[in-house]
């Protein structure tokens, strides 16, 4: 797979380099390159508790990212998934170590605990005073003799952070970085595998499959479970967490692993407070990419039962910009639309033919929507037939609203549905047209030329004509041809989506901003989709 690196050797300190660069001259490194990599605070001055962390990369923004007044003081930087060396560990204790003392916050994997816990030995020789704690928060793999360090280790810089700031002593903070680790619980779960700089990508995880409790290094988890979407992911973790949390109110830290879309991660912390446990999560920090696995497309839900003092050290505003910050978990308030643009709803009625009628026609858009995903993938984003599904779905669900005994009232209403539910130009496209086509029946135009006159005012707004390579190609024709019959409609509906193969170049519409080599030989989704409704329709 390709990346955006240089040479896998260098990525590590090239990384590093750009976020100093970027900083605003807040951090600095220890001048050790390329076997010590050392970020610390600029403006350290040995005053108070130092907070060191680190451990291998690829976790970004961890460690690097959480240097900064209010968090850790150093971060030290192994190569990718590789822990740090005792020396480069060393150098970071012995760069921000006064006589306050220093803090190591370790994950409990076995490189991070010897390499750590040497240089803390070696320190203490030299006559510091320096601390360490071990991060075992991972619930995942029951049997383990020890629990991995994961997400909830971001609780522990940012209390042991908050309370150094304050001026705590070593042993106060020690002890709080002890509590919070002896609270935390984490979960993760993932669809695919990471990417590792230079190295072939293991395909672990099958299509349709999600693994559960796979490791930040890209270890493989407890088990490979059904992939059933969002909501079940997210139930399958509250499971495992509420068997292991305490009472009371927890806070939430929900962990992007760095693949998944920031929509998303939003959809999995909806269904996390709507979950068996969200009415026990009283605050939530993300959901944001904070302990990362290098592209790996998963996520993590932490817990801790913050009591009110812990809270407010996580509340501790910090100038850190990956840190999200601690926002409280409340009801969703909802405002009342502005005057006039409520929707006036028309009297609904029931006739059973033009009910089969519509409800048949979107079950052919419904039963579409793959085919004319793969075929706008090819010119656009790839959601026409999900767009089209999406609508078809809406009305359907709303059909004992709509006039269904009174054709005109009818076309205005499903104008009026579209517009609401449907997104995109084609939805404002379509939306105008049966509009259009409702106002023309009303003025005593027959079905066919009422149609037609929709079609016309669609195209006057849109701008689309027959040879833009639109659904226009095939709606047109098969206006047209309704005169004669549907079968002939369908034909000509056929012909046009057929010809949209052919135009390399698209004047309207998504497909307009797509190169001609692209688009050859594809027909136009929006025309394909009218071809198999005037199909549909002849049949």
Same mark, same amino acid.
């Given at each position: 797979?390709?990346?955006?690196?240089?040479?896998?050797?260098?990525?590590?300190?090239?990384?590093?380099?750009?976020?100093?660069?970027?900083? @605003?001259?807040?951090?600095? /490194?220890?001048?050790?390159?390329?076997?010590?990599?050392?970020?610390?605070?600029?403006?350290?001055? =040995?005053?108070?508790?130092?907070?060191?962390?680190?451990?291998?990369?690829?976790?970004?923004?961890?460690?690097?990212?959480?240097?900064?007044?209010?968090?850790?003081?150093?971060?030290?930087?192994?190569? %990718?998934?590789?822990?740090?060396?005792?020396?480069?560990?060393?150098? @970071?204790?012995?760069?921000?170590?006064?006589?306050?003392?220093?803090?190591?916050?370790? =994950?409990?994997?076995?490189?991070? /605990?010897?390499?750590?816990?040497?240089? &803390?030995?070696?320190? /203490?020789?030299?006559?510091?005073?320096?601390?360490? %704690?071990?991060? @075992?928060?991972?619930? &995942?793999?029951?049997?383990?003799? $020890?629990? /991995? @360090?994961?997400?909830?280790?971001?609780?522990?810089?940012?209390?042991?952070?908050?309370?150094?700031?304050?001026?705590?002593?070593?042993?106060?903070?020690?002890?709080?970085?002890?509590?919070?680790?002896?609270?935390?619980? *984490?979960?993760?779960?993932?669809?695919?595998?990471?990417?590792?700089?230079?190295?072939?990508?293991?395909?672990?995880?099958?299509?349709?499959?999600?693994?559960?409790?796979?490791?930040?290094?890209?270890?493989?988890?407890?088990?490979?479970?059904?992939?059933?979407?969002?909501?079940?992911?997210?139930? *399958?973790?509250?499971?495992?967490?509420?068997?292991?949390?305490?009472?009371? $109110?927890?806070?939430?830290?929900?962990?992007?692993?760095?693949? *998944?879309?920031?929509?998303?991660m939003s959809v999995l912390a909806h269904d996390l407070l709507q979950s068996a446990i969200g009415e026990r999560i009283s605050h939530a920090i993300g959901p944001s990419p904070l302990m990362t696995s290098l592209d790996m497309q998963g996520f993590s839900i932490s817990v801790f039962p913050a009591d009110a003092a812990e809270l407010e050290l996580l509340k501790a505003p910090v100038a850190i910009p990956a840190w999200p910050g601690l926002s409280r978990a409340r009801p969703i308030t909802v405002a009342p639309m502005p005057d006039g643009l409520t929707p006036i709803t028309p009297m609904p009625s029931n006739h059973a033919a033009t009910r089969a009628f519509v409800i048949s026609c979107c079950n052919v858009l419904i039963g579409a929507e793959q085919d004319l995903n793969a075929l706008d993938a090819k010119s656009g984003d790839g959601d026409t037939g999900s767009t089209l599904a999406g609508a078809a779905r809406a009305l359907i669900n709303a059909i004992d609203r709509l006039p269904l005994s009174d054709h005109t009232q009818l076309l205005r209403a499903i104008g009026q549905e579209l517009s609401q539910t449907m997104g995109g130009s084609s939805g404002v496209l379509l939306a105008i047209f049966f509009a259009a086509a409702g106002d023309g029946a009303s003025s005593g135009l027959p079905m066919r030329e009422a149609l037609r006159a929709g079609l016309a005012r669609m195209q006057e707004i849109g701008g689309a004509k027959i040879g833009d390579r639109t659904m226009v190609d095939a709606l047109s024709p098969a206006l047209v041809a309704l005169d004669d019959s549907l079968v002939a409609a369908a034909d000509a509906a056929r012909k046009g989506a057929n010809f949209t193969a052919t135009l390399t170049r698209a004047k309207a519409g998504r497909a307009a901003y797509i190169n001609a080599k692209q688009l050859e030989g594809h027909i136009d989704p929006g025309a394909e989709a009218v071809a198999r409704l005037f199909e549909h329709l002849a049949t």
């Open positions: 797979m390709a990346q955006f690196i240089n040479r896998r050797e260098d990525v590590v300190t090239e990384a590093i380099d750009g976020v100093l660069a970027l900083s @605003g001259g807040a951090l600095t /490194r220890l001048d050790g390159y390329p076997h010590i990599r050392v970020v610390l605070r600029s403006d350290w001055d =040995k005053s108070k508790v130092a907070i060191v962390s680190g451990g291998g990369s690829g976790h970004e923004p961890a460690h690097v990212g959480f240097v900064g007044k209010g968090m850790l003081t150093a971060a030290v930087c192994g190569d %990718v998934f590789a822990s740090p060396s005792v020396d480069a560990v060393l150098a @970071g204790i012995l760069a921000v170590t006064g006589p306050a003392g220093c803090l190591l916050i370790v =994950k409990n994997y076995t490189g991070d /605990r010897l390499n750590f816990g040497l240089a &803390a030995e070696r320190a /203490r020789a030299f006559g510091l005073n320096v601390s360490m %704690v071990i991060v @075992g928060d991972d619930i &995942a793999l029951p049997d383990l003799p $020890q629990a /991995r @360090g994961v997400a909830g280790t971001l609780f522990v810089h940012k209390i042991a952070g908050a309370l150094a700031e304050r001026g705590a002593d070593l042993d106060t903070v020690t002890a709080a970085a002890k509590h919070v680790i002896s609270g935390t619980r *984490t979960i993760g779960m993932s669809l695919d595998t990471c990417s590792v700089p230079g190295s072939p990508k293991e395909d672990r995880i099958p299509l349709g499959k999600a693994e559960l409790g796979l490791g930040i290094h890209g270890e493989a988890g407890v088990e490979q479970i059904d992939f059933a979407g969002a909501r079940a992911s997210v139930a *399958t973790m509250v499971e495992r967490l509420a068997s292991v949390m305490g009472e009371g $109110q927890h806070v939430a830290l929900v962990n992007n692993l760095g693949g *998944t879309s920031v929509l998303e």
